[in-house]
């Protein structure tokens, strides 16, 4: 009798994770895309930290040449509210040398302007994914304290560069636009785009 207890309490066990497991597989599946959890975060310094000194002196090498175009200026300046410029991305990755010094002008241009990197982790991943279309980096938004997302989005490259590799006829074109991109050629155009992100959260 005992065992036969023992059985049927097994069963009933089984039976009830395998009607809840759908239940809690759609809830792990859940992937908020309107807000990001900026605990996730670090600062500027820390995501330097994350590279080796040669990807450390390029970035201040980088940062001391660049200046803000005064339309960018004026776009940030515009800015009379707390926000953040979130940014996936990493300091390895050379699209992100690009944009990452840019975003830190800006938080000088204005105090109210703040910046914080995160890291593709699966549910980043995802999030992207299903908020962009793509899943690169870097990806930009602008948020409010709390992460909420109030802006458009900036992903790996200006427009311009996305329709140059759209006409390319061969992949030696491609890697030839993304090499003058890398090597500032388009950074007027970043600079561009990022004064559009910013218009988009007004």
Known sequence: MQKRKCA????FIIC???????LCETAAAFVDVDHIDLKQGVSYE???FGGNGIQIEKMFARAKVLRLSDSLRSAVQRIDFPV???TYGSITCPDCAIAVPFLELLKNANPQVETLYFTRDNKAREMLLERTGLNRIPTIFITDRSGKILSEHYVE???IVYDLLAKSKTEDEKRAHIDEFR???YDDDVQSDLSELIDSIF
């Open 8 to 11: 049927f309490i097994g069963v």
């Open 16 to 22: 009830c994770f395998l009607n809840l497991y759908p």
């Open 46 to 48: 820390r995501y330097l």
């Open 84 to 86: 953040i410029f979130t």
């Open 157 to 159: 490259h200006p427009r």
């Open 183 to 185: 090597a500032g050629k």
